[in-house]
């Protein structure tokens, strides 16, 4: 059972390029989560999907961020017009459910660096 | 709204010696608490978790941590460091109710002294 696959590893793009990040959740999970780990901190949440729904975006910057989790496919992180801002490591976890108490298993993560 | 606080960034200890690293919590619900590791350039791995059963939650690797609702605590234990237990530690607590985002603490990184 492979567990949460996510890619590209690294990502560089240039400020003002879109960025695209992919995550695959375990199989039978239905519940995905996103993350952002900046330097020197701990992981901030981004946004909860749960097959074709937004859950909750509470951590989703307003501008230029946007996420989907298809049906069919991998869950999307899309970043439009980067900014330096944006380099950070982003992390998918997923869950078997969505209850507060069950494990979330994450992925390698992305590392993006814009230039 | 909830929070974890980790005070300090770093610590540093002798192969062999106790592993104490602190987690305090904020919440207004009865709280899910995790302790999770990363190693450089991977993902997180979940170390234990509290899910309101027992208050002493035995984990992988010989961790253990025991939660204290009194002191809002759940500090990382582990009686004896191995070199391979550096790496980067996060406190996170989700709230029970509710889904299942996590809020984490600024991380400690753990260093062993040969």
């Known amino acids: 059972n492979a567990g949460v696959m996510q890619n590209p590893r690294h990502l560089v793009r240039r400020r003002g390029q879109e960025a695209r990040l992919r995550c695959s959740p375990m199989k039978g999970h239905s519940h995905v989560y996103w993350y952002r780990q900046l330097p020197e901190e701990g992981l901030k949440f981004m946004v909860y999907l749960q097959k074709e729904n937004i859950i909750d975006e509470s951590g989703m910057p307003k501008e230029r961020f946007s996420a989907e989790f298809p049906k069919e496919g991998p869950s999307i992180l899309r970043i439009q017009q980067v900014v330096r801002g944006d380099s950070a490591a982003y992390f998918c976890?997923?869950?078997?459910?969505?209850?507060?108490?069950?494990?979330?298993?994450f992925g390698q993560g992305t590392r993006l660096t814009v230039v | 709204a909830q929070s974890v606080t980790q005070l300090g960034s770093h610590v540093s200890v002798s192969e062999g010696a106790l592993v104490l690293l602190r987690c305090n919590y904020s919440s207004s619900v009865p709280p899910y608490l995790f302790w999770y590791v990363q190693y450089p350039n991977q993902g997180l791995q979940l170390l234990l978790k509290y899910t309101s059963a027992a208050t002493l939650v035995k984990g992988i690797n010989g961790f253990e941590a025991e939660f204290k609702k009194s002191e809002t605590s759940f500090h990382l234990t582990k009686p004896s460091a191995h070199m391979s237990d550096a790496a980067e530690y996060f406190c996170?607590?989700?709230?029970?109710?509710?889904?299942?985002?996590?809020?984490f603490g600024k991380g400690i990184t753990l260093s062993v002294r040969p």
């Open positions: 976890a997923s869950s078997l459910t969505g209850t507060g108490e069950t494990e979330a298993f």
């Open positions: 996170a607590v989700s709230e029970s109710g509710a889904n299942s985002k996590l809020t």
